[in-house]
């Protein structure tokens, strides 16, 4: 062993391999002068070389020196995450209970978690020359690339043109028809000075107002909550927060919840701050993530827009970090590292010490007793920006109609006048597919998925059933294997089923359908929005994809097919997902000049809920949300951890977190503890195999986590090797 006046250095270092008995790191002995806390290092372990991450140096060490093995190298390059980040994951790890290895090389570029030294790059910068266009009148995608460059005079990245659908070899093509130069710039340059010939847009009374709140608390840690209603103009806010960063030379981070919103939330960030903004997304390419990593790690890029991955990026000097769509359930990752962006954002303004605000039409119950109980500043846009009005909503009594009627003969004859109007319409369900299932009209039989307790969902395009669960996919029978009867049919509707619908009705409208079987990548997404933006009367059908912050300022109506079907499940946020979703959609209309109206079809038209939402009234229903929560003790009142188990062999689920359960609630420190379970989940086979929950429901955050940390520990002395445990903290889902 070691005197404590051995001069020598030890390592702890994160390794991304699960370590015997739980352990959070290794210990090695250093020999470098290159060793220093966050700096990657080569490691032996076993007959392989990892790449782990320093996490903190000593000068002394309780274990046998003999038996310490040394780093085999440090690489010389920066530290890959600074002071700040190393406590923020070191926290994320302890909060969420997930080896902490694995999450620094979670957050880690993909490009640094080679055994290599970091590589180098240079990006290219466009900018537009001052020779004008002499093609063809029809090169759309050429004058749509010259167009984004003249209204981005300090240049666009290359990535950045990418997103917003422009190749590689149109620009190299633009360029050497001398239409655009490029600069190539070294990762390491200085941030670009922001141009003044950027669009400046005027904000209104109540953005103002909003906006000399924030600015007042740049500098210092601040939460904000922003509720501002649709089509507020919560986005102009942001960018002139942003504005305000850039003039204390500080950096600014934007969150938003979805691949597809980064394109357009791109274009009007980079419209109006005159400076080359930054991306950085899961669609990414390992080159284009690791220059993004370099730029905002060294500041040379100022502003950030990127998915909840983005939170895990190295600043130089952050000022700001903004969330959009706060409530989204996307800012959660669902599977391994089982982290909260939004959260995680909190903790890390407050560790950089910078302003964060967390924006929503319809804020999420965690964020809003926070602003209720004073721990977020809680401000409020409740006019629409251009003074249009707020749509109205009408209720659709479908009681009186037979389940096959999708849509009523009111709600058709409105769609028709709206149409007629050379107006645009949205019909939304979410559901996909033509069906949500397939059935024998003569016994009751209903296909069911092979490896999962699901039905398979009918297409047409191309026709066959598709289990959305485990993606399995199998021809559309035309005979029942119970009975061998032939009637045989799809029951239900989907998207693909009201399409067929409204191009019944409307055979000469153009028709858009927005979902994942029909948007398959950005490009299809450019193509099908550019329809709708020639403001054409069109039918545009789709799921939840229509909810995410999409601005058509021709659509007067909006039609939710099956409102019912938004509210009812045994998740206790059901009722809250619902409204969200109800209100983000309605949202969509009448955003332009042209008033809006939204038919909402329901079985259930007395229901208090949407009584409330007909009035916009989102606040005052999740203030009774709030007070239904608060009296079973629900979060946000209370702190919930969710243990799953999964198993080919659904008793070795039910075994095994029946022990769990009996081993919690014998510990003393954990009296007064709640659990339910064990509990099959709602869908209790997927991809065979079983899964079933305990939720574990604590007073505070203490009491859950002596919780994990006992779980942790049965967990660590399972044996059985084909059943496997894991813990979700502050789950989304709980069914």
């Not at 406590?87 to 979670?106: C, D, K, Q």
């Not at 043109?161 to 590689?168: C, N, P, Y």
């Not at 970090?321 to 909190?346: G, M, W």
Request: hydrophobic share 40%; charged share 25%.
């Amino acid at each position: 062993m070691n005197s404590p006046n051995d001069s020598k250095l030890y390592a702890h270092i994160a390794l991304p391999v699960p370590l015997i008995g739980g352990f959070d790191y290794i210990v090695t002995k250093v020999q470098t002068e290159h060793a220093v806390a966050g700096a990657r290092a080569l490691v032996p372990f076993g007959n392989r070389r990892l790449v782990g991450v320093v996490l903190e140096l000593k000068t002394r060490c309780d274990l046998d020196d003999a038996k310490l093995k040394p780093i085999d190298m440090i690489f010389t390059e920066q530290p890959v995450f600074s002071s700040e980040m190393l406590t923020l994951l070191s926290w994320a790890a302890h909060y969420y209970s997930h080896p902490i290895g694995e999450v620094f090389s979670n957050a880690l570029p993909s490009a640094l978690r080679k055994p290599k030294a970091a590589p180098t790059y240079t990006k290219s910068l466009w900018r537009r020359t001052r020779k004008a266009f002499e093609g063809r009148s029809n090169a759309h995608l050429q004058i749509a690339a010259l167009d984004a460059l003249e209204h981005s005079p300090s240049g666009l990245w290359d990535d950045a043109l990418r997103i917003m659908g422009f190749s590689t070899n149109l620009l190299r093509k633009l360029e050497q028809q001398d239409y655009i130069e490029r600069e190539e710039n070294d990762l390491s340059s200085k941030a670009m000075q922001i141009s003044e010939d950027a669009h400046h847009y005027t904000l209104n009374e109540e953005q103002a107002a909003t906006l000399t709140s924030i600015k007042a608390k740049l500098g210092r840690f601040s939460p904000h909550l922003l509720e501002g209603v649709t089509g507020s103009g919560k986005t102009e806010v942001y960018i002139a927060a942003v504005k305000e960063c850039l003039l204390l030379d500080k950096q600014a981070l934007v969150l938003v919840p979805e691949i597809n919103l980064t394109p357009q939330t791109f274009k009007r960030f980079q419209s109006q701050l005159g400076i080359p903004v930054a991306v950085y997304h899961s669609g990414m390419t390992e080159k284009e993530k690791f220059i993004t990593y370099q730029m905002l790690k060294t500041g040379q890029a100022k502003v950030l827009i990127g998915t909840r991955s983005a939170i895990f990026l190295s600043t130089q000097a952050l000022g700001l970090i903004i969330v959009d769509e706060e409530h989204d359930s996307s800012y959660k990752q669902s599977d391994n590292f089982k982290y909260s962006a939004r959260d995680l954002a909190v903790k890390r303004a407050q560790l950089e010490d910078c302003a964060i605000v967390l924006g929503s039409a319809t804020p999420s119950s965690d964020s809003l007793l926070n602003a209720q109980q004073g721990r977020f500043d809680w401000l409020t846009l409740n006019q629409r920006a251009k003074k249009a009005a707020m749509p109205t909503i009408k209720l659709e009594d479908m009681r009186a109609l037979t389940s096959k009627d999708i849509l009523s003969p009111r709600t058709l004859a409105k769609i028709k006048t709206q149409i007629d109007q050379g107006n645009q319409v949205i019909v939304f369900h979410n559901r996909r597919g033509l069906a949500p299932s397939l059935m024998c009209f003569d016994c009751g039989w209903i296909y069911q998925c092979p490896n999962c307790d699901a039905r398979a969902t009918v297409h047409q395009r191309p026709a066959r059933l598709h289990c959305h669960h485990c993606d399995y996919k199998s021809p559309i029978v035309g005979s029942c294997p119970q009975c061998k009867g032939t009637n045989v049919n799809a029951v239900g509707a989907g998207t693909e089923r009201i399409e067929q619908i409204l191009h019944y009705y409307f055979p000469n409208t153009d028709l858009v359908r927005l979902d994942r079987d029909e948007i398959k990548n950005q490009a299809d997404l450019e193509q099908a929005t550019s329809i709708i933006h020639q403001g054409q009367p069109c039918l545009i059908v789709g799921t939840q994809m229509i909810v995410k912050g999409h601005d058509f300022p021709d659509v007067t109506l909006v039609v939710v097919v099956d409102a019912d079907g938004l509210f009812f499940s045994s998740d206790f946020r059901a009722m809250e997902k619902g409204a969200q979703q109800l209100l983000q959609v309605a949202g969509r209309a009448g955003r332009g000049d042209k008033k809006g109206e939204v038919t909402i079809q329901t079985r259930q038209p007395e229901h208090p809920l949407l009584e409330l939402l007909k009035q916009h009234q989102y606040t005052n229903f999740m203030q009774n949300e709030l007070r239904e929560r608060e009296l079973c003790a629900l979060p946000p009142f209370s702190k919930l951890a969710t243990i799953r188990a999964e198993s080919v062999d659904a008793g070795r689920c039910e075994q095994a977190l029946a022990q769990l359960k009996g081993c919690l609630n014998s510990t003393k420190e954990l009296a007064g503890i709640c659990i339910a379970g064990p509990l099959s989940a709602a869908i209790s086979r997927k991809q065979n195999r079983y899964r079933y929950y305990l939720h574990v429901f604590a007073e505070n955050n203490k009491q859950r986590f002596i919780a994990q940390h006992y779980t942790l520990h049965f967990i660590h002395q399972l044996k059985q090797r084909d059943l496997r445990l894991s813990i979700d903290v502050d789950p989304i889902e709980t069914n």
